[in-house]
């Protein structure tokens, strides 16, 4: 009797391990196909230089979010969401990626409710000190910009004087500045975890203090290939 109860503990501790492997697993696979999505934003992006982000822009630029699908909430009336990845310039390179997320803010007129593509870029040493922070509101906390757009475009404002980050959005192949003011960006410590088995701090990663994994290295690869190359044909 006792055996048979041992054996049945020890079976359900198994299912138990295994579900939660198979879990892991499949989480697991959902970021790194975030990643890949978020490779492919920049990437499409870089493909049309004349309307994509400027010269300057990509060789000063410290830090770099995407939000691959932003959108609408269904559930919640005006509210959007959507969860991406960020790096940040280093003195040895790109850093691993951090997972973040995107909510709130009532921009939605400006993208037709459809799922679209966001790029939040950091152009400075306060733009950069934003990004370490585990959560801060973008207008708020931060101060933001639409982005200019076009390899050789002179933005017509003071945002190299004013603007800590540059927000741009992608819908239907259009790429264009974005009002993103009253969003927050946040650390997603879950997926954090599921990645790097703990939920370590988004300035640990983004100051270059984590290994990339090899899942992230072809997205942190990508970003390195336009934006390094960017910076060093600007000096």
């Given at each position: 009797?006792?055996?048979?109860?041992?054996?049945?503990?020890?079976?359900?501790?198994?299912?138990?391990?295994?579900?939660?492997?198979?879990?892991?697993?499949?989480?697991?696979?959902?970021?790194?196909?975030?990643?890949?999505?978020?490779?492919?934003?920049?990437?499409?992006?870089?493909?049309?230089?004349?309307?994509?982000?400027?010269?300057?822009?990509?060789?000063?630029?410290?830090?770099?979010?995407?939000?691959?699908?932003?959108?609408?909430?269904?559930?919640?009336?005006?509210?959007?969401?959507?969860?991406?990845?960020?790096?940040?310039?280093?003195?040895?390179?790109?850093?691993?990626?951090?997972?973040?997320q995107l909510a709130g803010g009532s921009f939605g007129f400006q993208i037709g409710g459809q799922a679209t593509d966001l790029i939040i870029v950091a152009m400075n040493e306060q733009g950069l000190q934003d990004m370490l922070?585990?959560?801060?509101?973008?207008?708020?906390?931060?101060?933001?910009?639409?982005?200019?757009?076009?390899?050789?475009?002179?933005?017509?404002?003071?945002?190299?004087?004013?603007?800590?980050?540059?927000?741009?959005?992608?819908?239907?192949?259009?790429?264009?500045?974005?009002?993103?003011?009253?969003?927050?960006?946040?650390?997603?410590?879950?997926?954090?975890?599921?990645?790097?088995?703990?939920?370590?701090?988004?300035?640990?990663?983004?100051?270059?203090?984590?290994?990339?994994?090899?899942?992230?290295?072809?997205?942190?690869?990508?970003?390195?290939?336009?934006?390094?190359?960017?910076?060093?044909?600007?000096?």
């Amino acid at each position: 009797m006792w055996m048979k109860y041992l054996s049945g503990v020890a079976c359900s501790v198994a299912l138990i391990f295994s579900s939660t492997v198979a879990s892991a697993a499949t989480d697991k696979a959902k970021l790194v196909e975030r990643l890949q999505d978020a490779q492919a934003v920049v990437t499409q992006i870089m493909a049309a230089p004349d309307k994509g982000i400027p010269s300057s822009i990509l060789s000063g630029a410290t830090c770099l979010a995407v939000i691959p699908s932003f959108k609408k909430a269904a559930f919640v009336v005006g509210a959007q969401y959507g969860q991406g990845v960020a790096t940040c310039r280093t003195s040895h390179g790109w850093s691993a990626p951090s997972f973040v997320q995107l909510a709130g803010g009532s921009f939605g007129f400006q993208i037709g409710g459809q799922a679209t593509d966001l790029i939040i870029v950091a152009m400075n040493e306060q733009g950069l000190q934003d990004m370490l922070k585990n959560k801060f509101k973008i207008g708020a906390d931060a101060a933001a910009s639409a982005g200019p757009v076009g390899r050789n475009a002179q933005a017509g404002t003071d945002w190299k004087m004013n603007a800590e980050l540059l927000t741009y959005s992608r819908s239907k192949g259009l790429f264009a500045g974005i009002d993103l003011d009253g969003t927050v960006l946040s650390q997603n410590e879950t997926d954090t975890r599921v990645m790097y088995g703990n939920a370590i701090p988004f300035e640990t990663i983004l100051k270059g203090n984590q290994v990339t994994p090899e899942e992230a290295r072809p997205f942190v690869r990508t970003v390195a290939k336009y934006f390094v190359e960017a910076h060093a044909e600007n000096k």
